[in-house]
Nanobody, 122 residues
Framework: QVQLVESGGGLVQAGGSLRLSCAAS????????MGWFRQTPGKEREFVAA????????LYADSGKGRFTISRDNAKKTVYLQMNSLKPEDTAVYYC???????????????WGQGIQVTVSS
């Protein structure tokens, strides 16, 4: 079992930055691939980024390439999403999640946080 709690969301102006954190409980954090997804009302939850167990391998959705960076600290059982050059279209509820394979497929992610709001004003 892995329990996930996101933090670091909020309101930021376009062009600004935010760093999301996701703290995990349980002893098996390093056994999981960690990912970030986001969702806006009326839309499907979409993949944002994922990081492999060691932190070396990463995947990004096209929407965040060059602007978002995912990383993890296994000693702290925390995964991060650094978001730079934010745009109003990045406004969403952001979720962290844990999976076994390093994939973008939402259904492969077994454990989910409760989500945190990110709002980017124009």
């Amino acid at each position: 079992q892995v329990q996930l709690v996101e933090s670091g969301g909020g309101l930021v102006q376009a062009g600004g930055s935010l760093r999301l954190s996701c703290a995990a409980s349980g002893r098996t954090f390093s056994s999981y691939v960690m990912g970030w997804f986001r969702q806006t009302p009326g839309k499907e939850r979409e993949f944002v980024a994922a990081v492999g167990r060691s932190g070396i391998s990463t995947l990004y959705a096209d929407s965040g390439k060059g602007r978002f960076t995912i990383s993890r600290d296994n000693a702290k059982k925390t995964v991060y999403l650094q978001m730079n050059s934010l745009k109003p279209e990045d406004t969403a509820v952001y979720y962290c999640a844990a999976a076994v394979p390093l994939v973008t497929t939402k259904s492969e992610y077994k454990y989910w946080g409760q989500g945190i709001q990110v709002t980017v004003s124009s």
